[in-house]
Each structure stands twice: as C-alpha cells, then as structure tokens.
C-alpha cells in the first residue's frame, strides 16, 4: 500500500501544468518560444489568478494584433454588451484541445443561464496548415482568431497582467464595456463551473 501511494504521488510530480510548445515530433516550433511551463500553483477555491474593479482601478482590455486566417470568414464583432471569453491556445497544446468541448458546454450553459457571453479562441500557432487543418475538421466554440506574430504574444501577456512566459490555455474574462476582469493562467475544468457563472452573474 505504502508503495503503491508513493508511485501515486511520484507520478503526480510529473504531470505537466501547461503547454510547452512541441512539434509531435518533439522538435520546438520556431514561432512563440516565449510560451513556457507555468509552474505556479492554482488555487483550487478560485476561477481567476487576477481580478480587476470596473471602476477607478480597472483595467482596459485590448485585442492583439491578428492575422487573417485563411479559407474562414472574417470574424464578426462582439455582440453589444456581451461579456467575451478570450481564450489563448494552439492545435498543439493538448489541455487546451481537451476543455474545446467543455467551454462549448459552458457556453450552451451560461446561454441558457441568461448570459450574454462570445468566445474568441486565438491560436498562437505557427504553422498555417496545421491551424487551418485542425479547423476544417473541427468545431469550435466560439470564433477562432490567428495572433499575428511572435512578437505581439508577450506584449500582450503582459498586457492582460500574465508573465510573458506564461503557459497556455490562457483565459481572460472582459466585461461589455471593454474592461478586463479576470484572468486565469492554465486550464479549466468541470468543478469550475459555478465560480465562473457565479462571477459573471455577480451571484
């Protein structure tokens, strides 16, 4: 038993807290080497690592640089007053193509739940084909957006007040008036739920 426990924890040590970008053939793209390991801890009580007033000491929300992604429609503007979703993530970070389906059942959720919310998925990836591939075949849920060059990505982690070698998923929760209210480094999950109608709703 001892043993078994032990081999448990070791193997918990090993799991990985974030996205380091990888090829699958475990060479490192050239594009976004900035994105790193997040080792920091979450604390499992709360949605969001960083929160912001709407008032005097909030903080503006601005959209990074894009890039056309091509063979897809322009993305269209926010719905007025709509809280956006802005998630950062990329066709080769395994976390952030496993909660895809998660935040679409969000969304369905906080929908029905009456909140007015669009999501903006922006991949930092490098590759065009791999991006325009992975979405010819899948669905997202919410509008898929290209960051424009390696670049912008740190100028805008530290923007959003993440540290510019933060690990994707990246999300960021921004008010109907364009202010930046939440961030959180790392993925999300079921149990999350309620911290994250809660905080939108102001329950």
């Known amino acids: 038993m001892r043993i078994a426990t032990a081999v448990l924890a070791l193997a918990a040590t090993l799991l990985p807290t974030g996205c380091e970008e990888k090829k699958a053939e475990g060479e490192a793209p050239s594009r976004f080497a900035s994105v790193k390991r997040d080792g920091a801890a979450k604390a499992a009580s709360t949605f969001c690592e960083k929160q912001w007033p709407t ?7 601005t959209a990074p640089a894009e890039r056309p992604i091509p063979g897809t429609v322009a993305a269209a ?3 007025a007053g709509a809280w956006r979703w802005v998630n950062l993530w990329a066709t ?106 809660a905080f939108l709703t102001g329950a």
């Open 55 to 61: 008032g005097e000491g909030g903080k503006r929300f």
């Open 77 to 79: 503007a926010a719905k």
């Open 92 to 197: 080769w970070c395994q976390p952030c193509i496993e909660e895809m389906g998660l935040l679409a059942r969000w969304r369905d959720s906080l929908t029905a739940d009456g909140v007015n919310i669009d999501f903006e998925l922006w991949s930092i990836d490098d590759e065009e084909s791999a991006l325009t591939g992975w979405l010819a075949k899948t669905k997202l849920p919410g509008r898929a957006r290209w960051l424009r060059a390696q670049g912008d990505l740190a100028p805008f982690l530290e923007g959003i007040g993440a540290d510019a070698a933060s690990a994707i998923p990246i999300h960021a929760l921004v008010d109907g008036n364009g202010n930046l209210r939440c961030l959180r480094v790392g993925a999300v999950h079921d149990e999350d739920y309620g911290a994250v109608k």
